[in-house]
């Protein structure tokens, strides 16, 4: 199972699409919270349509429980999308179990979420435009969790 974890997501269409991916992928959504939205939003149900009862969707006050949570990613194998790493998403080795977390669409995650997360399991995805500032959210999300679902069935597979 692959996890995407949104950290104080702000845009509830981005979470909506991220849920409808999630969904669809049979992976598992945590949001940690504050969120910039309530979950009742209609944004938020527009863009997850339909799908967001077929979602396996985890709740969590803040980065310390979603820490303690056993619903959560294998231990040690947090992935930190950010555009201040170093390696590139193509250069990570994903496993069944994983997670991928994103912060918020404004400013990323905290100096101390990340800090929390080794440096070798900071990735970016790449830009071919470095004077452009990131992906969308929901973009970012898809694109990630499609790469990782990609090496992980191929592991399966052999």
């Known amino acids: 199972m692959l996890h995407i974890v949104l950290h104080r997501p702000e845009i509830p269409q981005n979470s909506g699409n991220i849920g409808r991916m999630v969904a669809i992928t049979r992976s598992r959504l945590h949001l940690i919270h ?5 979950i009742t939003d209609a944004k938020l149900r527009r863009a997850g349509m339909d799908y967001w009862h077929s ?10 429980a979603f820490q303690k949570s056993p619903d959560g990613p294998t231990p040690g194998r ?35 979420v990340a800090a929390a997360v080794p ?13 452009l500032r990131s992906l969308n959210l929901s973009t970012a999300a898809g694109i990630a969790a499609y790469e990782a679902l990609r090496q992980i069935r191929r592991a399966g597979s052999r």
């Open 119 to 131: 440096e070798a399991f900071h990735i970016k995805i790449p830009q071919f435009d470095e004077a």
């Open 55 to 64: 979602l396996d969707l985890r709740h969590h006050d803040d980065f310390a």
């Open 34 to 38: 504050p969120l910039g939205y309530t």
């Open 78 to 112: 947090l992935w930190l999308l950010t555009t201040k790493a170093k390696k590139c998403l193509w250069d990570a080795e994903f496993a069944d179990g994983d997670g991928l977390m994103f912060g918020s669409e404004s400013c990323g995650v905290p100096d101390a």
